[in-house]
Structure formats: structure tokens, C-alpha cells
């Protein structure tokens, strides 16, 4: 487990009593980018209007109406998630009917693997390249190489530097997902309760955006709510659960909550509360796939979870880059046609909006197969 002195000092200071945003810093796993927290009350927040920010694939054949290839490089291939993501991108190349995409990438969230997958697709060949990054910068060069060869360049899930790609198709705005979580921890664990966060890395640029967010709204509408500790468990089910399960023994009745950032991480800490037959005692709330939670939701282990369809993420962006080739978005659009999906908004400059996060309950989970 990494963490740093300052960490561990804030973490005591929590447990000696005072609020978790008495000393203004934030939660380990964060960024340091501005935050946007949303109103307490469940109203709209303000999205503030901004240049187009992205990059610009150099000298790009025209291939408007032709088929093209695309390759999808995500963060690590052979979990639920990303075989959703991928899923979506094959219906909406059926549906096009001119485009044909290969999922393909590290068997491991690890970035330098990513790159190599990415640079040898640049190497073949191919017309765009889709990407879910692991590291925001490290990502960047390659994915300006491919601008410079005239690639198109997509992102969704996770982003990078914006100019290092054209558009990111975000699965829901970062201050919705943690508006999202925190009030619906709130819910369930109670106001002055302390909770732990299981996280992959602090470089990851989605889940520190969430974070980042999620302190912000967090004191800003739930301040009595006492953060303990961020691990980090890369994106794997072995280690995310042992990391939940080590929170759970060194904070014993003081860990009433905890928030799992990732698709693995949320049902490995739910399994972890299972084991040490403390459901109803901790709180489990995270983004994850309906199945992997769904045994954990029937035996009200876990009562919310919080997520998108990642299969619309998927198609969303297919949607986006074939949009893209054809000329029919553009810097300056305000909006994009996506098929099955309508229009969906461009936001922050240079992001596609796939809508409002959606909580999964024993009720309604049922009804999603993904």
C-alpha cells in the first residue's frame, strides 16, 4: 500500500477528531485541477462556455463516407467493463455499416503497455485510434504521434491532455458521478461516519478527477462525513480486495463506509465486507457493471451502485469518430448525432457528453445484462 507522510498525517488529524476538510487538503487520489461541485439541493450546475481545446489530426486523408479501421486501445482488455465499451463499438460499426474496429491492448492497466499497443497500430496503420487512457500525460506523446501521421484520435472513459486528441466522449460529468456517490454514501452510512476509498492509481486520470470532486462536494454538502484513507489497487480483483480488506481490520468500527472507484474495486470490496460479515455495517458505494455487483445487491450487501452503460460509451464514441472523418463535427459544434443515442452535447470545449450517472438498486438492476 503506498501512502504518503502527509496522508498519514492528515489521517491523523481525522482520527483525532476533527472534520475531514479541517485542513482544506485534499484527499489522497485527487487531483489539483478546479473543481465544480454541484448545487446540495439537486439542482443543475452552471457548464461554462469554452474555446474547442482539442488537438487536430495533421493532413488526414478524406475519408468522408468511406470505410475506415479504427483500433480501440483501452485501459486493459478481458474485464466486464471494457468488454461493454468494446461491445458498443461493435454495434455501432454494424450499424454504420463503414467501419471496422479491433479492440486490442495490455492484459494489465499498465501505461507503458498501452503505448506499445497504441504505437504499433500507428506503425500498421489505421484511420483512428480510440483510447480509454491510464495516465493522462504519459499517454500524450503517443497520441500526438498519431495526430501528426493523420489519425484520428478519440477518447472515452479516461482522457488525456486534451491536445493530445480531438474530442473524449465523458461517460457523465465529473461532478455529477460524485455528487452522485457521496450522497448516496451519505444515505446509507449516515453524515458523521468515517469511510475509506479504493481507488487504482492516483494517476488515473478519471477516477482522481472523481475524487477531486468528490471532496469538493463532500464539504461542501456533506462536511460532518470524515475521510480516512485512499489506496491504490490497480485494476486488479486480488489486490482490491485485499486492500479493502486490510482498511477493514486497521480501522475496525471507525470504517462505516467505503467508496470502490473502479469496475474491479467496488464488487472486491463488497466480497471483502461479505467475508468479514459486516454488510449493513459498512456501506459499499461504486462504479461498477450491474452482474458483477448483482450478488451483492440481492443479499443487500450493497445497496447503490453508480455507473453509465458502458455499452453506449462505447458506441458513443464510434459515433463521435466516424462523425469526425465525415467532417459533420467540428471545433466550435455544440452538439453531435450518435445514433440509437440522439444528440449528445459538447461540454468543456472539446468533450461529448453521454449523460447523467444512474444508480443500479435491488430494484432496478434486473434489467441490465452487461
Known amino acids: 500500500m503506498r501512502l504518503s507522510l502527509a496522508a498519514m498525517a492528515l489521517g491523523a488529524t481525522l482520527l483525532a477528531g476533527h472534520g475531514a476538510f479541517a485542513a482544506g487538503a485534499r484527499w489522497d487520489g485527487a487531483d489539483d485541477l478546479p473543481v465544480n461541485p454541484l448545487p446540495c439541493d439537486g439542482g443543475a450546475g452552471t457548464v461554462v462556455s469554452k474555446a474547442y481545446d482539442g488537438g487536430k489530426a495533421v493532413n488526414a486523408p478524406n475519408m468522408a463516407g468511406k470505410p475506415i479501421t479504427l483500433v480501440d486501445v483501452p485501459k486493459l482488455i478481458g474485464i466486464g467493463y471494457f468488454n461493454a465499451t ?95 456517490m457521496i450522497d448516496n454514501m451519505a444515505k446509507e452510512m449516515g453524515e458523521n461516519k468515517s469511510f475509506a476509498i479504493v481507488t487504482s492509481t492516483f494517476t488515473t486520470p478519471n477516477q482522481a478527477r472523481w475524487i477531486a470532486e468528490m471532496w469538493a462536494y463532500a464539504g461542501k454538502c456533506h462536511a460532518k462525513m ?89 458506441y458513443a464514441a464510434v459515433y463521435v469518430t466516424r462523425a469526425v472523418v465525415d467532417g459533420k463535427l467540428k471545433p466550435g459544434d455544440t452538439s453531435v448525432e450518435a445514433g440509437k443515442l440522439g444528440k449528445l452535447m459538447v461540454v468543456n470545449g472539446s468533450e461529448i457528453l453521454l449523460g447523467s450517472p444512474f444508480t443500479y438498486t435491488k430494484e432496478n438492476i434486473d434489467q441490465f445484462n452487461f
Request: proline share 4%; charged share 20%; with cysteine.
Open 226 to 314: 470524515k475521510w480516512l484513507e485512499t489506496v491504490e489497487a490497480q485494476e486488479d480483483n486480488i489486490l482490491s480486495f485485499n486492500q479493502a480488506s486490510t482498511l477493514i481490520n486497521k480501522y475496525g468500527d471507525q470504517l462505516s463506509g467505503l467508496f470502490g472507484m473502479t469496475s474491479v474495486a467496488t464488487p472486491a470490496s463488497a466480497e471483502a465486507v461479505t467475508r468479514a460479515k459486516l454488510c449493513g455495517k459498512i456501506a459499499v458505494v461504486g462504479l461498477a457493471t450491474p452482474n458483477a455487483m448483482k450478488p451483492y445487491v440481492k443479499t443487500d450487501c450493497v445497496k447503490s451502485v453508480v455507473l453509465w452503460n458502458p455499452v453506449n460509451l462505447g
Open 86 to 180: 468494446s461491445q458498443g463499438m461493435q454495434e455501432a460499426a454494424k450499424e454504420l455499416g463503414n467501419v471496422k474496429v479491433t479492440t486490442d491492448g495490455p492484459t494489465e492497466a499498465k501505461i507503458d503497455e498501452q503505448i506499445k499497443f497504441i504505437d504499433n497500430y500507428i506503425t500498421r496503420g489505421v484511420n483512428g485510434v480510440l483510447f480509454a487512457a491510464n495516465d493522462p500525460v504519459a499517454i500524450a506523446p503517443v497520441l500526438k504521434k498519431a495526430l501528426s501521421k493523420g489519425i484520428h484520435v478519440v477518447g472515452y472513459d479516461a482522457n488525456s491532455t486534451p491536445d493530445a486528441r480531438e474530442w473524449f466522449v465523458n461517460q457523465a460529468e465529473f461532478n455529477g458521478i460524485a455528487k452522485s
